[in-house]
C-alpha cells in the first residue's frame, strides 16, 4: 500500500492531536520556553555525529511492514529501504529513477513491457523475477490500500524471466507515477511465511535488510552487501519511534539520535542558532485542500460565494506569519512545478478582500453569511492558529466562520457522508497531477459535494494523454475549471520539516516518488 | 483462605465480561475504522466490502456474541490494520509496562510512605509541612509536563539520563520517577492521616506505657495498622498508574502497552483497543486481588467471615 495516503496514515501531528487534550498543547508551549531557556543556558554540546550508523527519530512504530498491509507514513518511509519498485521517482524534482525495470516500452498505448535488471537479488540471495513482479502486482490488486494504485491494470503477463507485460485499461499516463507504490515481494518467501509472519520479518530486494526490530523501541537496517546499486551508506540505520516532538528535540540535542522527523515550528529558531544542529525542510510536502459541500442546501452552493470564500484569504500573510514561511501558497489544485500550473488561473482567486464583497452581494448576501468549518486539533501544521486567522479574515468581507473542532476520524466520517459545509483533506506531494487529483476528487465526486462535468472529464483526458504536452495543457485547463468554480478552498501546502545533527551528511534530497523518504541518501 | 481465594477469582469473570460490553461498545460508538485504514480514494464500496470481510456489517449484539465465543477459546481476533494476533501484539508490549509501573509504584511507596510517617510524627513542624506542599505541588502537576521537564533537567541540562528509550535500568529511572509522582502525593498525604488517626488510639498509648522505642511504636505497632487503608488506595491507584503510564510511554518513548493502544484507538483498531483494555484490566483486577490478599494479612479480622 504504497503511497502516504495521510488520512491513514498515523503521522505526528494526528496523533498529537488525537492523544493530548488543549492543556498539554499548553504545557508544551511552556516547556518550549523552558527549552529555550535550558539552551540560553549554554550546555548543549554534542559530539559529532559518526556517519556509519545514522540513528533516526519517527513518530511511530509500524504495524507491519509489507507494504499491502501498512501504509502509514512511517511505514512507507521504512519500506522504501527495504523494497525496490520497478521505477521511482527521486529527489527534489523528481527524477524518473529506473530500478528493478532496467527499461520499458509500449508496444501500443495500453500495453507497458517491463525489461527488469538482471541478477538483481533478493535478501536471502535469490534472484528477483518476473514472477516476483506479477506476484506484487497481485498483492496491491487485494490490498484495500494499495488497489487504487493499479486499479487501471486489467493483466499482467510474464514474457519470460525478466519481462512482464502490464495491460491497462485505457491509456494510463500516470502508470509509472503510480507504480512508485508498488513495492516488489518476493513470492517464495512470501508464500513460505505467510503474509502476517512476513510483515514482521520481511525481505526485499531493497538497499537495506531489516536486522532487528524490537517492537516499540527499535528498527535496525542493514545495508545489503548485494544491492545492485551498490552498497548503500551508512552500514546501519537504526530507526526510533519517539511519538512526542519535544522528546525527538531532546534525543537530537544530547546526540541520541541524529536525524529527527516532523520537528515544531516553535522549535526550529533553537535549532537554527544550535551550531550543533540543522533544520532540513522540505518544501511544499503536505497539500492541505479544503473542500466545499456544494449540495448541501446553504450559501455555499453559490459559486459567488466559494469564489468570495477563496478571495478573502490573505495566504502570504498567514504562511509568512503563522507558518513562519515552513509552506507553500495555493490559490488552484496544483503547485508551480506541478504539470498544469496555470500562472494566469492562479490569479483569479488571489487575495481581494474588496471583490470578495462584491461577490457577496451579488450572490444576494449583503449581510454577510454564516459557514461551518470543520478542523481536527494537530492534522496539520498549526492547523488550529491558521484556520482561526482565516476565521479573521473572512469576518472581514462579512463571512463568519464557526470552527467546528472534531475528532479527524470523526471529521473524515463527516465528509463520507456528506455531512460537513467545509472540511479537509490532506494528501501527500505526488510525481503525477492525475495522482493529485485522483486524490482529492475521488471522494468528492464518489460523494456528490462537488461534481462539475468539466472537471471530471478533464480529469479522464488527463489520464489518457500520453503526449506530454498535450498533457500539460488539459491540466492548465483543468486548474481553470477548478478555480472558476472552485469545489475547495485553495490555502497552502506545507513544509516538511526535520532536525539533524549538523555532522550528519543526510539530506533531503532523498524523496521518493511515493512520498516516502530514503534514509541512505547523502 | 483458600475458599477466600476462589471465591474472588470467580469473581473475576463477570468482573472482565462487563468490561469486554463496555469497551466493545464505546469503540464502537466511537468511530468507523475505514474512514483512517482506507484511502480517501476508496469508494463506499470499498469501504461496505472492508466492513464485511471484518464482520463490521453485522448486527453488534451479533459481533459481541462471536467476540465472546472467540473470547473463551482465547482467540482475541486480529488487527485490522496489519491482521496479526491482537492478543500477541499485546502481550508483546506488556512487560514493559509492568515494569514502569511497578517500578513507579516502588518509588511512590519508598517515597510517599515515609513521607507521611514523618509527616504525622512530626505534625505541624516544618517538615510536615514541606511534605504536605510538595504533595500538593506534586498532585497539581501533569503527568506530561513533569516528564518533559526531567527530560530537560536530567537528561539534556545534567545528561545524567538518557532521554527516552527502553535499553536498561537507566532508562528507566526519569520514567518511573515521572509517574510515580502520579501516586506519591496520595500514598504520602494518606499515610499521615491514617497514622494521625492510629497515633491517639488505646494500642498505641499501651506500646507507649509498656516503654516501647517510639521506632518499634511507630514501624511496628502503628503503621501496621495505619497501613491497612493505604494499601487500598495503593491497589486503586494502580489502576490510575496504568492510564498515567500512557502519558509517561508516550514522552518516554516507552513501548509499553500505552503508545500502542494510543494508536490502535486513533485508528479504530477494534480488536487491539479490545485486547488492551482487556488484558489491561485482568492485570488490574489480579493486582487487586493481590493487595485484598495483603489486607487479609495485615487485618486478621478480614479472613474469618
Known amino acids: 500500500m504504497g503511497h502516504v495516503f495521510e488520512g491513514t496514515g498515523a503521522h505526528a501531528d494526528d496523533l498529537a492531536g488525537a492523544r ?92 507497458w513491457r517491463f525489461h527488469l535488471r538482471k541478477g538483481i537479488k533478493f535478501h536471502d540471495g535469490k534472484e528477483v523475477t518476473a514472477d516476483d513482479v506479477k506476484f506484487s502486482f497481485e498483492l496491491a490488486q487485494a490490498s484495500p490500500t494499495a488497489k487504487a494504485k493499479v486499479a487501471n491494470v486489467v493483466d499482467v ?52 535488510r531489516l536486522e532487528r526490530w524490537d517492537k516499540g523501541q527499535r528498527i535496525v537496517l542493514a545495508a545489503f552487501d548485494g544491492y545492485w546499486g551498490g552498497k548503500k551508506m551508512p552500514n546501519r540505520i537504526v530507526i526510533r519511534p519517539i511519538s512526542e516532538g519535544s522528546t525527538r528535540l531532546a534525543e537530537l540535542l544530547t546526540g541520541g539520535v541524529d536525524v529527527i522527523t516532523d520537528l515544531p515550528v516553535e522549535n526550529v529558531q533553537q535549532v537554527r542558532d544550535n551550531r550543533d544542529l540543522a533544520v532540513v525542510q522540505a518544501k511544499g510536502i503536505r497539500q492541505i485542500f479544503f473542500p466545499i459541500n456544494t449540495k448541501a442546501d446553504t450559501p455555499l452552493k453559490d459559486k459567488r460565494v466559494r469564489q468570495a470564500i477563496n478571495l478573502a484569504i490573505d495566504r502570504e500573510t498567514i504562511v509568512r506569519d503563522v507558518l513562519q514561511g515552513f509552506a507553500d501558497v495555493r490559490t488552484g489544485p496544483f503547485g508551480v512545478k506541478q504539470m498544469g500550473y496555470n500562472p494566469e488561473a492562479a490569479k483569479f482567486l488571489a487575495y481581494n478582500p474588496q471583490k470578495a464583497k462584491a461577490l457577496l452581494k451579488d450572490a444576494g448576501y449583503p449581510n454577510g453569511i454564516d459557514v461551518t468549518w470543520n478542523l481536527c486539533r494537530g492534522c496539520w501544521l498549526k492547523d488550529t492558529e491558521v484556520l482561526e486567522v482565516v476565521a479573521n479574515q473572512l469576518k472581514a468581507v462579512g463571512i463568519r466562520v464557526k470552527i467546528n473542532l472534531l475528532e479527524v476520524n470523526q471529521l473524515l466520517g463527516n465528509q463520507n457522508t456528506a455531512n460537513f459545509q467545509i472540511g479537509m483533506i490532506r494528501w501527500s506531494r505526488q510525481v503525477d497531477s492525475d495522482t493529485i487529483i485522483a486524490g482529492i476528487q475521488a471522494q468528492s465526486s464518489t460523494q456528490k459535494w462537488y461534481a462539475d462535468e468539466e472537471v471530471d ?55 521518493a516518488g511515493n512520498g516516502s523518504l530514503t534514509l541512505f541518501f547523502r | 483462605m483458600l475458599p477466600y481465594l476462589g471465591r474472588r477469582l470467580f469473581q473475576v469473570i463477570p468482573t472482565l465480561l462487563g468490561v469486554t460490553v463496555v469497551v466493545f461498545l464505546l469503540i464502537r460508538v466511537s468511530g468507523d475504522p475505514t474512514q483512517l485504514l482506507l484511502p480517501e480514494t476508496a469508494t463506499p464500496e470499498d469501504r461496505d466490502l472492508f466492513r464485511r470481510q471484518h464482520g463490521l456489517d453485522r448486527p453488534i449484539a451479533v459481533q459481541y456474541a462471536h467476540f465472546v465465543g472467540n473470547l473463551f477459546r482465547g482467540d482475541l481476533g486480529r488487527s485490522l490494520v496489519d491482521e496479526r494476533s491482537a492478543l500477541d501484539a499485546v502481550l508483546e508490549r506488556l512487560p514493559a509496562t509492568i515494569e514502569l509501573t511497578a517500578a513507579a509504584m516502588l ?24 511534605a504536605m506542599l510538595g504533595a500538593l505541588a506534586g498532585q497539581s502537576m501533569a503527568t506530561f509536563w513533569i516528564g518533559i521537564l526531567l527530560i530537560l533537567l536530567f537528561a539534556v541540562w545534567l545528561r545524567w539520563f538518557p532521554v527516552s528509550g527502553r535499553d536498561g535500568p537507566m532508562h528507566l529511572v526519569l520514567p518511573a520517577v515521572t509517574l510515580s509522582l502520579y501516586m506519591m502525593p496520595l500514598l504520602a498525604r494518606m499515610t499521615r492521616s491514617s497514622m494521625l488517626e492510629v497515633w491517639h488510639q488505646d494500642f498505641v498509648r499501651t506500646a507507649r506505657a509498656k516503654g516501647l522505642r517510639e ?83 495485615l487485618d486478621p479480622r478480614i479472613r474469618e467471615p
Open chain 1, 157 to 208: 503477463k510474464v514474457l519470460d524471466r525478466h519481462t512482464v507485460e502490464v495491460k491497462t485499461s485505457g491509456p494510463a499516463a500516470s502508470l509509472l507515477a503510480n507504480l512508485a507504490f508498488v513495492f516488489i515481494l518476493p513470492k517464495a518467501d512470501y508464500q513460505a511465511k505467510g503474509a502476517e509472519a512476513f510483515g514482521q520479518k520481511p525481505i526485499g530486494s531493497g538497499p537495506y
Open chain 2, 215 to 297: 521506632r518499634t511504636i511507630i514501624l511496628r505497632h502503628a503503621l501496621k495498622a495505619a497501613l491497612i487503608p493505604v494499601v487500598t488506595v495503593l491497589g486503586l491507584q494502580f489502576g490510575g498508574a496504568l492510564a498515567g503510564a500512557i502519558v509517561t510511554e508516550s514522552v518516554f518513548a516507552w513501548p509499553g502497552v500505552g503508545t500502542f493502544v494510543l494508536d490502535a484507538i486513533y485508528k479504530r483498531d477494534y480488536p487491539v483497543v479490545q485486547a488492551a483494555v482487556l488484558v489491561v484490566a485482568t492485570v488490574y483486577i489480579l493486582t487487586n486481588l493481590l493487595i485484598d490478599l495483603l489486607y487479609v494479612a
Open chain 2, 107 to 130: 518509588v511512590a511507596v519508598l517515597v510517599g510512605i515515609p513521607a507521611g510517617i514523618l509527616a504525622a510524627v512530626r505534625r505541624g513542624s516544618l517538615l510536615d509541612r514541606l
Open chain 1, 457 to 511: 472529464k478533464l480529469i479522464v483526458k488527463g489520464r489518457e494523454t500520453l503526449d506530454r504536452t498535450a498533457r500539460e495543457k488539459v491540466y492548465q485547463d483543468l486548474y481553470r475549471a477548478m478555480v472558476e468554480d472552485p469545489g475547495y478552498v485553495f490555502l497552502h501546502a506545507q513544509d516538511s520539516i526535520w532536525g539533524k545533527r549538523a555532522a550528519s551528511d543526510w539530506n533531503f534530497n532523498a524523496f
Open chain 1, 20 to 111: 493530548y487534550e488543549r492543556w498539554w498543547r499548553r504545557a508544551t508551549a511552556t516547556v518550549g520556553a523552558l527549552v529555550v531557556l535550558v539552551l540560553a543556558v549554554g550546555n548543549v554540546s554534542a559530539q559529532g555525529n559518526t556517519e556509519p550508523e545514522r540513528k533516526v527519530a519517527l513518530t511511530a512504530d509500524p504495524g507491519s511492514l509489507d507494504p499491502y498491509r501498512d501504509n502509514s507514513v512511517v511505514g512507507v518511509q521504512l519500506q522504501g529501504h527495504l523494497f525496490d519498485q520497478l521505477v521511482d521517482f527521486r529527489g527534489p524534482d523528481f527524477t524518473q529513477t529506473p530500478l528493478v525495470a532496467e527499461r520499458w516500452e509500449n508496444p501500443d498505448p495500453t500495453t
